[in-house]
C-alpha cells in the first residue's frame, strides 16, 4: 500500500510575508472584485470564457448586445453560430469562443435544466471553460472558495517568491497552501488588480510598489 506524503509545512518567515503582503493588498485594494460585467451566474460564465486571452474592457463592450440576444443558456443554445459571432467579433479568438459558447449552452441545458451549476467538475466539462473558468464562476456567483490562477496571478505569486511553478493548478495550490481560505477570492482579484497596475509583465514599476520592501521580487531583470 502507498501512502501520499504530507505536503511540507511553510517556513514560517515565508508565512509571514505572506501576511504582510496580504494586508498591504488589503489596503491597497479594499474593493477588489472582478472587473467583469455580469448580472447572473449565467452572463459570468459567458462573460469568463470571452475573457481568455482578452481583456475584460473588450469583453464588457460587447457582452451587452449579446446578453440581450441571448438571455438564458436556452436562447444561446438554439444560437447559429455565426449569428453569435456577430456579437463577439470585436474579441480574440472569437470563432472558437462562439462555437464553444453555443454548444456550452447545449449542455447547460442538457445536464443542468439551462442554470449552471454549482459544482466544479461540472463547470470544468463545459467546452471552453477549464480550471481558471470554474474557479473564477464558482468564486464569484457562488462564493465558493478558490485562487483561479490567470496570467497575472502566475507571475505575481513567482515574483513575489510565493512558488517557483508556471504550471497554473501548482501555483494555485501552493497559494491555498500560505493563504486563508477566505481570503483566497480577494487574493485572485488583488493579485490581478496588481499585476495590471503595477507590477507589470514586461517592466513591474517596482519603484513605486507598495509591495516592494516585502517582495524578493525573483525573475524581474528589468524595472521602472
Ligand atoms: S516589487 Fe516589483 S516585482 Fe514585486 S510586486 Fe512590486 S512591482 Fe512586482
Redesign the pocket.
Known amino acids: 500500500m502507498t501512502s501520499r506524503s504530507p505536503a511540507p509545512r511553510v517556513p514560517p518567515a515565508l508565512r509571514q510575508r505572506a501576511t504582510e503582503v496580504l494586508a498591504r493588498l488589503q489596503d491597497l485594494y479594499p474593493d477588489a472584485r472582478t472587473e467583469l460585467a455580469f448580472r447572473n451566474p449565467f452572463e459570468l460564465l459567458v462573460a469568463t470564457v470571452l475573457s481568455a486571452q482578452a481583456t475584460d474592457k473588450s469583453v464588457n463592450a460587447a457582452t451587452p448586445a449579446l446578453f440581450a440576444a441571448y438571455p438564458d443558456a436556452f436562447a444561446l443554445a438554439a444560437a447559429r453560430v455565426e449569428d453569435v459571432e456577430g456579437f463577439i467579433r470585436t474579441i480574440g479568438l472569437y470563432r472558437n469562443k462562439a462555437r464553444n459558447l453555443v454548444a456550452l449552452a447545449g449542455l447547460l441545458v442538457e445536464r443542468h435544466g439551462g442554470d449552471v451549476p454549482n459544482d466544479f467538475d461540472a463547470v470544468v466539462a463545459l467546452p471552453g471553460a477549464g480550471r481558471k473558468t470554474a474557479n473564477v464562476v464558482l468564486s464569484n456567483a457562488f462564493g465558493f472558495p478558490a485562487i483561479a490562477v490567470d496570467t497575472h496571478v502566475g507571475r505575481?505569486a513567482r515574483?513575489?517568491g510565493f512558488t517557483a511553478e508556471t504550471n497554473p493548478d501548482k501555483v494555485e495550490v501552493q497559494l491555498q497552501r500560505l493563504f486563508p481560505r477566505e481570503q483566497w477570492v480577494f487574493l485572485h482579484h488583488a493579485l490581478i488588480l496588481?499585476g495590471r497596475r503595477?507590477?507589470l509583465a514586461r517592466r513591474?514599476?517596482?519603484s513605486a510598489?507598495a509591495?516592494?520592501a516585502v517582495?524578493p521580487?525573483v525573475g524581474?531583470e528589468v524595472?521602472t
Open positions: 505575481l515574483r513575489l496588481h503595477v507590477c513591474p514599476v517596482c510598489c509591495l516592494a517582495c521580487q524581474v524595472s
